[in-house]
């Protein structure tokens, strides 16, 4: 079974906090196109909570969220 994560965009947040992660995803999903997906890796403990209200707030759809041995990776998807 193939369990890797395809994505048509990465972006890794490292530690920034909720403000600055949740501006960052913002930009970077801007630019896409509906369906598209971004890969976000995410260290900050509140990031979870921060990337699930904000795609619940603009029409966006957390499709996966995957623990990782540096922090947690989440796949949204452009609504």
Same mark, same amino acid.
């Given at each position: 079974? +193939? =369990?890797?994560? /395809?994505a +048509?965009f990465v #972006?890794?947040?490292?530690e920034k906090n909720?403000? $600055? #992660?949740?501006?960052?995803?913002? #930009?970077? @999903? /801007?630019h896409?196109? %509906?369906?598209? =997906?971004?890969l976000v890796?995410?260290? !900050? *403990?509140?990031? *979870?909570? !921060? #990337?699930e209200?904000?795609? /619940?707030?603009t029409g966006? =759809?957390?499709? $996966? /969220?995957?623990? !990782?041995?540096?922090?947690?990776?989440?796949? @949204? $998807? %452009?609504?």
């Open positions: 079974m +193939d =369990t890797s994560i /395809r +048509d #972006l890794d947040l490292g909720c403000s $600055q #992660l949740v501006m960052e995803v913002m #930009l970077a @999903i /801007r896409m196109d %509906k369906g598209q =997906t971004l890796t995410a260290y !900050d *403990p509140s990031a *979870p909570i !921060d #990337l209200a904000w795609c /619940r707030m966006n =759809t957390l499709a $996966q /969220r995957l623990p !990782d041995s540096s922090g947690n990776q989440f796949l @949204i $998807q %452009k609504g």
